[in-house]
């Protein structure tokens, strides 16, 4: 089916847009583990009260969470593609859920980081999942739009969440800020345990959106049959997507991570006007992935614009915007700094749905949750060096400068992966899928 036809065949109606509910179902989850990741961001200075940290040690504890997170991305793509988005997802918000809890008793630095590991764990299976329930729910003409809306979730979470969580971390300490966001992934635990059902086992999707969804999902390929992980890893399209992908998670955790800190130290913003201002490119990255990565790039292909062509264009527009971090590097003012930071994160933010929509758009559905696994492993990857990395820069140089400029050396790689290995966004050729299936 065209994207056309898919677009003038959509069911209208109140009772016809139940892929849209899963959509935001998907996008409150991120939402609520994006708090759990961004409680710790803000919590250095009271961690340097009560353990005695510096700034090594807390780059540590920030990336702790994704040592777990990344060594699981491999395997939880298979585990996807074995048991589906409802029992994994259902597993996996309880022990995330549980792991907050655990921060917020931590007696020290040793069972701080054990809680921090444990909270990888549980939030492993989150955007490979999502990209894999996308992949069943949505046509392709819409999966860029519905993927924005759970990736945009991560910005705002770090737009509303900083603040929120400062102002309670502030007033109740940094324990109950933690048992806080534990409590909220419980609550949603219960909501998606009751709403989440694959398209086929929704009693509450109407019949004509059921055909819809059915007609307009139809595999690609000719196989079914998962494409052995290390035969997707040597793909071009994979890699390409891979390195890209990873260059723009690392500036993404670079600031999810130290920008508070930067504000504060860096620009001597006080401690409350730093977790307020940190919620302004985070806000602004929200609008950009929303109305550019997810509603203006649907709107154009619904047009009858070339697909592959307006995905490109946003992918590499966004991340030429996303050097823009380099520019942050010499700010000596909030402003100049925050300017700079939006242009940055708000370029990614915008092409961060295409690069999510990716997995689904060159895979057959039966590898879709493999290749978003290789992808998130990338991701991962930068999300474990950034804070790291970032920590003994500025320990070393007493400076943000060298830790910025090393972001945007990365994202260079990333826009040369995109061009040269990704290419047009397209199925891969059948001769890569038709394979045995067999590590």
């Given at each position: 089916m065209?994207f ?8 209208t109606?109140?009772?016809?847009r139940r ?6 179902l ?19 200075a009271a961690l340097h009260?009560?353990?005695?940290i510096?700034?090594?040690v807390?780059g540590y504890?920030?990336g ?14 298979v ?5 589906g ?9 309880f ?13 020290g ?15 492993a299976?989150?955007?490979p999942?999502?990209?894999k329930a996308?992949g069943?729910?949505f ?5 860029t739009t ?5 990736d945009?979730?991560?910005k705002f979470?770090?737009a ?7 102002v309670a971390l502030?007033?109740?300490?940094w324990?109950?800020?933690?048992a806080l966001?534990?409590a ?7 909501y998606?345990?009751r709403v989440?059902?694959d ?11 059921r055909q ?7 595999e ?5 049959k ?6 997707l890893?040597?793909?071009p399209?994979v ?8 260059s723009?998670?690392?500036?993404f ?7 508070p ?9 006080d401690?409350?006007h730093?977790f307020?201002?940190?919620g ?20 154009l292909i619904?047009?009858g614009?070339d697909?592959?062509?307006?995905r490109q264009?946003?992918?590499l527009?966004g ?10 590097a010499?700010?000596?003012t ?9 242009l940055?994160?708000g ?6 749905p295409?690069?999510?929509s ?21 991701n991962?990857?930068?999300?474990i ?9 500025v320990?070393?140089?007493h400076?943000?400068?060298w ?9 260079v ?10 290419g047009?966004i397209e199925?891969?050729p059948p ?5 045995p299936?067999?590590?």
């Open positions: 065209s056309q036809e898919q677009v003038h065949s959509a069911p109606g109140r009772q016809n892929r849209w509910r899963i959509a935001w998907l996008g409150i989850g991120v939402l609520v583990n994006y708090f759990d990741r961004v409680n710790l961001s803000i919590s250095q009260r009560d353990f005695g510096d700034a090594i807390f504890l920030l702790a969470y994704n040592w777990t997170y990344a060594s699981l991305q491999l395997p939880i793509g585990i996807l593609d074995r048991f988005v409802r029992r994994t997802g259902r597993i996996s918000i022990v995330w859920s549980i792991a907050s809890f655990a921060s917020g008793l931590s007696r630095i040793p069972s701080f980081f054990a809680a921090r590991l444990l909270l990888g764990v549980g939030e299976p989150t955007f999942a999502n990209a996308v069943r729910w046509p392709r003409a819409e999966r519905a993927t924005s809306i759970f945009a979730a991560a979470a770090s509303i969440g900083v603040p929120l969580l400062g502030l007033a109740i300490g324990r109950w800020s933690f966001t534990g909220i992934s419980l609550l949603y635990l219960v998606f345990w989440y059902r398209p086929e086992d929704d009693p509450l999707l109407s019949e004509e959106e819809y969804i059915s007609t307009a999902t139809e690609v390929h000719a196989s079914h998962p494409i052995p992980l290390l035969r890893a040597r793909e399209k890699l390409g997507v891979a390195i890209g992908f990873g723009y998670n690392y500036v955790y670079l600031l999810l991570t130290w920008l800190s930067y504000l504060s130290t860096a620009l001597h913003i401690l409350l730093s307020l201002y940190t302004v490119p985070w806000l602004f990255a929200t609008v950009c992935e929303l109305s550019i990565g997810g509603w203006l790039t649907g709107y619904h047009r614009w697909a592959s062509r307006v264009t946003v992918l527009g991340m030429a915007c996303g050097l823009g971090i380099f520019g942050a010499g700010a000596h909030p402003l100049a700094a925050l300017a700079w930071i939006s940055s994160i370029g990614l933010s915008a092409a961060a295409v690069g999510w990716v997995p689904s758009l060159i895979a057959p559905r039966s590898s879709v949750g493999s290749v978003g696994g290789i992808l998130n492993f990338s991962q990857i930068s999300a060096v950034a804070p790291v990395l970032t920590g003994y820069v320990a070393i140089t400076s943000f400068r830790a910025f400029a090393a972001a945007a050396i990365y994202l790689l990333g826009i040369l992966a995109y061009l040269v290995l990704l047009r199925p891969m001769v890569a899928v038709e394979l299936a067999a590590l």
